[in-house]
């Protein structure tokens, strides 16, 4: 079964660093783009930062500066590095990949839940 698995949430103060994980099930070597997405309690889930297949890094205002994407395509992962967390940050992420059309390419996985609180 094709699937994505993130991991590495949890709960830290403001200021605060996490690192989450996004495994994929098959080779992410040949998708466009790889993103990851978040989505607060009672918001719509937006577009927190992408990466493309040949390395290009695009992130929301929100976090530039703070956040760092990065692909592992031997690992089939996608981990994003968090830093100088804000309350503002606390959301469940999620990653997919993006064809060269916008279609996903996989289904949604669960998420994992950051929560910024001191």
């Known amino acids: 079964q094709v699937q994505l698995v993130e991991s590495g949430g949890g709960l830290v103060q403001p200021g605060g660093s996490l690192r989450l994980s996004c495994a994929a099930s098959?080779?992410?070597?040949?998708?466009?783009?790889m993103d990851w997405y978040r989505q607060a309690p009672g918001k719509e889930r937006e577009l927190a930062a992408s990466i493309t297949s040949g390395g290009w890094l695009i992130y929301a205002d929100s976090v530039k500066g703070r956040f760092t994407i990065s692909r592992d395509n031997a690992e089939n992962t996608v981990y994003l590095q968090m830093n100088s967390l804000k309350p503002e940050d606390t959301a469940v992420y999620y990653c997919?990949?993006?064809?060269?059309?916008?279609?996903?390419?996989?289904?949604w996985g669960q998420g994992t839940q950051v929560t910024v609180s001191s």
């Open positions: 098959v080779s992410i070597l040949r998708i466009n783009v």
């Open positions: 997919n990949g993006r064809r060269s059309s916008g279609d996903y390419v996989f289904d």
